[in-house]
């Protein structure tokens, strides 16, 4: 499995972006798909995962301002972040996971999100 993560960049705080995670089998094969970060000296979040029953979960720091969704027919998750804020500055991860009999796990590259004025 092959998770090709993009859209990152730089953003003004206030800002929006969109990040994609394509997969490259059907994303149907997953009992859930999301995202991680991870910003310089911290802990790696949660930031937000979907479930195939189509159930969402957030860190508890998105506060309504990010949006997780997949499109089965392009076998993609997207986050589509509003109101960024420099403390969302990280690594962000996309993650794909099936249960068997224990949660497997695959993963895309980090892509870059900077919010600086």
């Known amino acids: 499995v092959q998770l090709q993560a993009y859209g990152g960049g730089l953003v003004q705080p206030g800002g929006s972006l969109r990040l994609s995670c394509a997969a490259s089998?059907?994303?149907?094969?997953?009992?859930?798909m999301g995202w991680y970060r991870r910003a310089p000296g911290k802990e790696r979040d949660m930031v937000a995962r979907?479930?195939?029953?189509?159930?969402?979960y957030y860190g508890d720091f998105v506060k309504g301002r990010f949006t997780i969704s997949r499109s089965t027919a392009e076998n993609t998750v997207l986050l589509q972040m509003h109101n960024l804020e420099p403390e969302d500055t990280a690594l962000y991860y996309c993650?794909?996971?099936?249960?068997?009999?224990?949660?497997?796990?695959?993963w895309g590259q980090g892509t870059l999100v900077t919010v600086s004025s």
């Open positions: 993650f794909a996971e099936h249960w068997d009999g224990r949660w497997v796990a695959s």
């Open positions: 089998v059907s994303i149907s094969n997953f009992d859930r």
């Open positions: 979907i479930h195939s029953s189509g159930d969402t």
